[in-house]
Structure formats: C-alpha cells, structure tokens
C-alpha cells in the first residue's frame, strides 16, 4: 500500500487502484488506507485507494479491465518464486500502462525478470 500511496501524495491521482493474492499484503494495504484516510496522504480515503483482493492467477483479468481508461502505472512484486506467469505479457498487451514500478522480493529472480520487463 505504501507505494499507492506515495504516488497518490506526490502526483494526486484521481484514483489509485491495488490488489494483491497475499493476504498480508492485502492485510497491510487495507490498515494503510484506513490510517491515512482524510490527511494529504489520501484525502479522499478508500474512495481514491481503491482495493481489492484477487487470486494468484488474477492478475492478467486485472490487467485486462484496465483497457480503454486513463493512463496507468503499475506497481508489481514478485514473491520468492519470481513473477508470476503471464504477468510480464499482461503488462506489454495493455495501452494504458504507461510505467511499472517492480520491486523484487527475490534478488536471484531479479536478472531474468527486468530482461523480460525490459524487452516488453
């Protein structure tokens, strides 16, 4: 959630979406919203942080939906197997994804994966 919010702060998004498998994750986001619902961190509270919780193969009908809105960045994490199949072709096939922000919880993965995000 912190990056969400982050770019929320600094370049007001009318809104920022998340979603995450990993309930932690999800657990994190949800308390982070709550905190800072109302202060310049996110005025506009769960109404501008939008988030929801999807499952492990989610994330390419996740993407899909974005199609034909505004222009997107997109925060992915790989988790300590790498990014999940078709993550990388999901991002490449959608217009309106203008950036990624890639955190890598797995340095060994961290090689392959910013070749293939790169090549995208």
């Known amino acids: 959630g912190f990056y969400g919010l982050a ?3 600094e370049l007001k998004f009318d809104e920022v979406r998340g979603c995450t498998h990993c309930p932690q994750t999800a657990a994190d986001a949800e308390a982070s919203i709550e905190m800072h ?3 310049d961190w996110l005025p506009g509270g ?3 942080f939008k988030f929801t919780r999807i499952s ?5 009908t996740q993407m899909k939906a974005l199609a ?6 997109v925060h992915v994490t790989n988790n300590r197997h790498g990014l999940a199949d078709g993550v990388v072709e999901a991002l490449a096939e959608n217009s309106v994804i203008r950036a990624v922000v890639y955190n890598s919880c797995n340095h060994k993965c961290l090689p392959r994966e910013w070749t293939q995000l790169c090549a995208a």
Do not use: C, D, M, Y
Request: aromatic share 10%; proline share 10%; net charge positive.
């Open 37 to 39: 619902a109302g202060t």
């Open 68 to 73: 034909g809105g505004p222009p997107t960045i």
């Open 46 to 48: 769960s109404e501008t």
């Open 7 to 9: 770019l929320q702060r």
């Open 56 to 60: 492990k193969s989610g994330f390419f």
